[in-house]
Nanobody
């Protein structure tokens, strides 16, 4: 059974930092991009960042320069280091695995972890 399990969310003051983790299990994810989306109350889910299978990284404009994504393939884990957090970063953050090539389901999602940034 494939699982993506997020951790590391919480409450932090503006300007603070958090590190999210997503531990994946149940299959090999070497052909998947792994990344993060977020959804704030009343808004649609939006892309935040991804670490692709070729080790390139992608970031939403709103988080560039503040967030860093990195991946430990040996642990099947992807991390999102979030610095200089702003109240508008408040959302539920979801881990995503997206198949880029080869076999497997197209998408897997975690259950989400809440990040709240107070002003």
């Amino acid at each position: 059974q494939v699982q993506l399990v997020e951790s590391g969310g919480g409450l932090v003051q503006a300007g603070g930092s958090l590190r999210l983790s997503c531990a994946a299990s149940g299959r090999t994810f070497s052909n998947y991009a792994m990344g993060w989306f977020r959804q704030a109350p009343g808004k649609e889910r939006e892309f935040v960042s991804a670490f692709r299978s070729d080790s390139s990284t992608l970031y939403a404009d709103s988080v560039k320069g503040r967030f860093t994504i990195f991946r430990d393939n040996a642990k099947n884990t992807v991390y999102l280091q979030m610095n200089s957090l702003k109240p508008e970063d408040t959302a539920v953050y979801y881990c995503n695995a997206n198949r880029e090539y080869g076999l497997g389901s197209s998408d897997y999602w975690g259950q989400g972890t809440q990040v709240t940034v107070s002003s």
